[in-house]
């Protein structure tokens, strides 16, 4: 299985300052076929089901706000939040969907400072 | 983007089985694969398996190969997962997600690409 680690498992930011989530892979999610990084990023908010942010590593999807961006390749990776807005806080994943069984990062807990 | 709409909360006892429901609406079944994931309170997010709706072919976690079934419905556009000789640590919520289908170029594994869509999720309570 392809293990996702991320880091670190919770930051408390300022509101308007930039927080950022990493999140490494055990093996490269690069598929050399198409050049694509096969990870998706997600946010979770209290109470509520995963919202998708960013797919193909740095794709966001529609009506995410273009503070969120997602960086990086093979097996490192980055999801940055440019400048915090408190409906920021949440709990957001990596997810690699390059092999089966589909595994997620252990989740980065998001708070404001 | 599709709507998905889960079944409501379950409460079994070790050794039952619980069937939960996933239905769709918004876009055709056939555009889509659909992913089961649940999470245990307070903990994160477990991949559980997929169904391609239209082919109705499944590929499972391994870890739950063997108690774990994934049927669909095409005349309702619902899907099901059925889990049996279920434990207190399946306790969870329980959530199914849409997945684009990839094109050929870029389909590496089964069940297409990123979740895009979540149902509300069901919580499943296992307690004697």
């Known amino acids: 299985d392809i293990v996702m680690t991320q880091s670190p498992d919770s930051l408390a930011v300022s509101l308007g300052e930039r927080a950022t989530i990493h999140c490494k892979s055990s093996q490269s999610v690069l598929y050399s076929s198409n050049n694509q990084n096969y990870l998706a990023w997600y946010q979770q908010k209290p109470g509520q089901s995963p919202k998708l942010l960013i797919y193909w590593a740095s794709a966001r999807e529609s009506g995410v706000p273009d503070r969120f961006s997602g960086s990086g390749s093979g097996t490192d990776f980055t999801l940055t939040i440019s400048s915090l807005q408190a409906e920021d806080v949440a709990v957001y994943y990596c997810q690699q969907y390059y092999n089966v069984p589909r595994t997620f990062g252990q989740g980065t807990k998001v708070e404001i400072k | 983007q599709v709507q998905l709409v889960q079944s409501g909360a379950e409460v079994k006892k070790p050794g039952a089985s619980v069937r939960l429901s996933c239905k769709t609406s918004g876009d055709s079944f056939s555009a889509y694969h659909i992913h089961w994931v649940r999470q245990a309170l307070g903990q994160g997010l477990q991949w559980m398996g997929t169904?391609?709706?239209?082919?109705?072919?499944?590929t499972y976690a391994q870890k739950l190969q063997g108690r774990v079934a994934m049927t669909r419905d095409t005349s309702t556009s619902t899907v099901y997962m059925e889990l049996s000789s279920l434990r207190t640590d399946d306790t969870a919520i329980y959530y199914c997600?849409?997945?684009?289908?990839?094109?050929?170029?870029?389909?590496?594994?089964?069940?297409?690409?990123?979740?895009?869509?979540w149902g509300q999720g069901s919580l499943v309570t296992v307690s004697s």
């Open positions: 169904i391609n709706p239209s082919a109705g072919s499944t």
């Open positions: 997600a849409t997945a684009p289908k990839l094109g050929l170029a870029a389909s590496r594994i089964t069940g297409g690409g990123w979740l895009d869509s």
